[in-house]
């Protein structure tokens, strides 16, 4: 992955969903993503922002179009390949945590090392205890993940996201789940890591504050780039 330019393009991606009645979500969607660049993407309620994401994410692939990821065309690989690219370039965060409540927060926090197999999970450990200290874990590391409080629990989950050291961190309504304050904080420790870290970051959001705070704004409408 080149130092500089972009991490992920879409180029003419569509989307429609076959069924008795074809429904078309995405129409000819242009969308670039540069290294360590912090990008919101918001828009209402069915306006094809979660199909989006599904296509940047690799969890899904578009009807027509292209994808291009590394140089790459990703767009209609198989699922193992799709997989195969999420591994090593991209990190999720969700709305919800999903950490597991039986493993430690550092456990949860290496678990993308686990499934990448290897030595990928003795190798990063030392950088992940590192960055849970640096979001304020560093005396939770060995905690059960359900004894941390919400806000904790999405810090973690931060942390997961960087286990493989993507280069792009995919967030779907990070603070979505939140309260208010510990919407800040989180927030926050995005930006942070994105300055730091050099991490490309596209955040979907519902919060136009937070949306105004990120280097760029992707508005979707009805499917389609109105802006940005």
């Given at each position: ?29 242009d ?100 960055l ?30 960087l286990?493989?050291?993507p ?12 309260d ?24 979907v ?7 105004e ?16």
């Open positions: 992955m080149n130092a500089s330019g972009p991490v992920i393009e879409l180029r003419k991606v569509s989307k429609t969903y076959e069924g008795e009645v074809p429904t078309q979500v995405l129409f000819d969607v969308l670039t993503v540069n290294v360590g660049e912090f990008v919101a993407v918001v828009g209402s309620s069915g306006s094809g922002k979660t199909t989006l994401l599904n296509i940047i994410g690799l969890l899904d692939g578009p009807t027509s179009g292209e994808v291009i990821v590394d140089r790459q065309n990703v767009a209609h690989l198989s699922e193992d390949g799709r997989a195969c690219i999420r591994r090593e370039f991209l990190g999720f965060i969700f709305q919800f945590h999903y950490l597991l409540p039986q493993f430690t927060v550092l456990e949860n926090a290496l678990l993308p090392c686990r499934l990448k197999g290897g030595d990928c999970e003795c190798e990063q450990s030392p950088r992940m205890q590192e849970l200290a640096k979001v304020g874990l560093a005396d939770r590391m060995g905690y059960r993940a359900d004894r941390l409080s919400g806000g904790q629990q999405q810090r973690a989950a931060i942390v997961r996201s286990a493989n050291d280069v792009l961190v995919l967030a779907d309504e990070p603070t979505g789940n939140l208010s304050a510990n919407s800040g904080v989180v927030f926050d420790l995005l930006r942070e890591l994105n300055r730091e870290t050099g991490k490309a970051f596209l955040m959001t519902h919060d136009e504050s937070l949306a705070r990120c280097d760029r704004i992707v508005r979707l409408v009805d499917g389609r780039v109105a802006s940005g």
